[in-house]
């Protein structure tokens, strides 16, 4: 592997990186990467997948965490309907 292709490497690490600080899914940072940095997603996924298997750990709490943020988003959307629904009486 020459020097180009492990510098694409790293740009596409830390890229992926910038998704996660944004809580994006695998997907999303996918579609997010080849939409604003023209990267192929079969690419993004290519890495994802071996930083996964470097930090496993990490990416299962990652994983975990992005579950129970979005237990608590329905559930501060359902008692704001509720809400809502209530004063709207």
Not at 54 to 75: D, H, L, P, S, V
Request: proline residues 1%; aromatic residues 6%.
């Amino acid at each position: 592997m020459g020097d180009s292709s492990a510098s694409y490497i790293h740009l596409v690490q830390h890229l992926i990186e910038e998704c996660l600080i944004f809580n994006m899914s695998k997907e999303e940072c996918m579609e997010a990467l080849s939409k604003h940095a023209d990267i192929k997603p079969v690419i993004t996924s290519t890495v994802w997948n071996e930083l996964e298997k470097e930090n496993k750990e990490f990416f299962q709490a990652y994983t975990r965490g992005r579950g129970q943020r979005a237990t608590e988003i329905e559930k501060r959307q359902r008692i704001q309907n509720r809400l809502n629904a209530i004063t709207k009486d």
